[in-house]
């Protein structure tokens, strides 16, 4: 399995420049990240737990408008490749498998600034 879990973007208004954008959204077991394309402003989750949950949500509501996503990938529990959905929040990113139930908690560590290639593949 390659260490690529989740690899999107999503266009939105950047919390840091307010411009219409894409938001590169990486996640691997190890880190999230949420960088915008335009500024590079960039906000880095540390994962806080992994576990089999029951149907809800880890990620409290935040600042900034919370973001609802679905991208199909495949699970490191169950090893089927379906929809996960996606939660990002301010402080909070939870990926959740549909097949399993299998979640993934980041809560965020730092922010930075940083303009190099995001480009999605």
Not at 93 to 113: L, N
Request: glycine residues 6%; aromatic residues 10%; positive net charge.
């Amino acid at each position: 399995m390659s260490d690529r879990f989740i690899f999107t973007k999503y266009r939105t208004d950047c919390y840091h420049c307010k411009q219409m954008a894409d938001q590169i959204i990486k996640a691997v077991p190890n880190q999230a990240q949420v960088a915008c394309d335009n500024c590079g402003a960039t906000r880095v989750f540390v994962p806080r737990v992994h576990d089999v949950a029951k149907t809800g949500s880890y990620t409290k509501i935040g600042c900034y408008d919370l973001w609802e996503l679905v991208e199909i990938a495949e699970c490191r529990n169950c090893h089927v490749t379906g929809p996960h959905d996606l939660t990002i929040g301010c402080r909070h990113f939870t990926i959740r498998c549909r097949s399993c139930g299998f979640t993934h908690f980041y809560k965020s560590d730092i922010e930075y600034m940083a303009k190099d290639e995001l480009k999605v593949g």
